[in-house]
Nanobody, 117 residues
Framework: QVQLVESGGGLVQAGGSLRLSCAASGLTFSISSMGWYRQAPGKEREFVASISWLGGSTYYADSVKGRFTISRVNAGNTVYLQMNSLKPEDTAIYYC??????????WGQGTQVTVSS
């Protein structure tokens, strides 16, 4: 089992920045990738960004490319999502997801991000 705990959400004005953190614990050696998803009210959960655990390859949704950066520092068990130039449409609950090498998915509890216009 892998446990994930997100932090760093909050309220910010349009154009501002936030950094989300996702701390993994438990069987972290089994992780193959970690990512961020978000769900706005009345909408389905959507992919935001992901990072591979070994090679560090990153992937982004088109809607956040150039504004958001996913990272993992010094091969630690925490993944960050730096969000710049935030827009009201970025308002959502942001969830961290970890995927194991045998394709089990683990989710955090989510953190609210609200961007005011």
């Amino acid at each position: 089992q892998v446990q994930l705990v997100e932090s760093g959400g909050g309220l910010v004005q349009a154009g501002g920045s936030l950094r989300l953190s996702c701390a993994a614990s438990g069987l972290t050696f089994s992780i193959s990738s970690m990512g961020w998803y978000r769900q706005a009210p009345g909408k389905e959960r959507e992919f935001v960004a992901s990072i591979s655990w070994l090679g560090g390859s990153t992937y982004y949704a088109d809607s956040v490319k150039g504004r958001f950066t996913i990272s993992r520092v010094n091969a630690g068990n925490t993944v960050y999502l730096q969000m710049n130039s935030l827009k009201p449409e970025d308002t959502a609950i942001y969830y961290c997801k970890g995927r194991s090498r045998n394709d089990n998915d683990y989710w955090g509890q989510g953190t609210q991000v609200t961007v005011s216009s």
